[in-house]
């Protein structure tokens, strides 16, 4: 079944990237900050649903990871007196892509047994492809150093996560 809410998603995420340069720093940690929640909520999924002890593990590492990226991002937005943004008030791109999330997650929510952990697997890397995409190209335009290598921490862990959810795909 072909999952077409994350390509949406992806078109909506590159399209946005070229209206960061506004307001940068608040609009990439904004970006980080919603990421981080979404992707927590799918490891929280994720341990009440799955059946594989990989999955299981997975999401621990996966919540474990977005809770420390996200302290990090909450504390360095304070410093810098950025206030971060809902979706909702972030513009259209960022509220559509939010309202996809949510889809996403529902549909998650519904699967049960090995279907939830195939399903699972394959939004893992779908999800951590994009945040891949999308940090390298912050990276690429953002021309605060602090910020660029707070990006650049997120973004081996959105490698490690991506290498991590094509394991799950893999015989046990």
Known sequence: MKRTGINA??????????????????KILSKLHH???????????ARE???????????????????DSDSQIQEFAGKKQI?????????????????EEQQMVVALSKKT???????FAEDMIQIHKLDK???????NILKQEDIRNLVAVNLKTA??????????EGPD
């Not at 206030?83 to 309202?99: I, K, R, V």
């Open 9 to 26: 998603l992806a078109l909506g995420s590159i399209i946005s990237l070229h209206a960061w340069a506004a307001d940068e720093a608040q």
């Open 35 to 45: 990421s981080n929640q979404y992707e927590i909520e799918l490891g929280k999924i």
């Open 49 to 67: 649903k799955a059946v594989s002890r990989r999955i299981l593990d997975y999401a621990e590492e996966l919540i474990k990871d977005h809770i």
């Open 83 to 99: 206030t971060l943004l809902e979706p909702s008030t972030a513009g259209f791109l960022n509220h559509l892509e939010a309202a």
């Open 113 to 119: 047994g090995a279907d939830f952990d195939k399903a």
């Open 133 to 139: 995409i999308r940090l390298e190209n912050a990276e």
């Open 159 to 168: 490698e490690n996560h991506l290498q991590g959810a094509r394991d799950l």
